[in-house]
């Protein structure tokens, strides 16, 4: 059985094993960008600078602009269908109460039916109901 973990056995692997660890972290955290954008503006003039650093947060305002629109557009579309469920429900609590009225009225046909066959029966009337 192998060991799961990467355990480096020797002096280059501890060497490689750092230095992948190092890279990573400074790709991942965002120092290399900030290292290399320092190296890249350091011989414009501030202002452009400047210039440059206002066009990434007008940037960065019309994402989270564009973020918070598209979130306001999924709320109200959830607020519609919660609507329409609302209204769905309602009309099938009118709908079941309708049914269960009907079924009453049903029952209520079927016992006078019953009766009516039984008074035809006891009167020796024959009855089809083909």
């Known amino acids: 059985m192998q060991n799961s973990l990467p355990i480096p056995h020797s002096l280059t692997d501890v060497f490689w094993f750092v230095l992948a660890i190092s890279l990573s972290s400074l790709i991942g955290g965002g120092s290399l960008a900030a290292i290399l954008n320092i190296i890249l503006n350091r011989k414009k003039p ?3 600078i400047h ?3 206002a066009r990434v947060a007008k940037t960065f305002a019309e994402a989270r602009s564009l973020d918070l ?3 306001i557009e999924a709320g109200d579309a959830v607020l519609r269908m919660v609507q329409q469920l609302t209204f769905a429900q309602i009309a099938n609590e009118k709908l079941r109460e ?5 079924t009453n ?13 039984a008074l035809l029966k006891l009167n020796n009337i024959n009855f089809d109901e083909a």
């Open 46 to 48: 501030l202002a452009e």
């Open 98 to 102: 309708e049914n269960e009225k009907l």
């Open 51 to 53: 210039e440059s650093e």
């Open 105 to 117: 009225e049903n029952e209520t046909y079927e016992q006078q039916m019953r009766r009516a066959k």
């Open 69 to 71: 629109q598209s979130n």
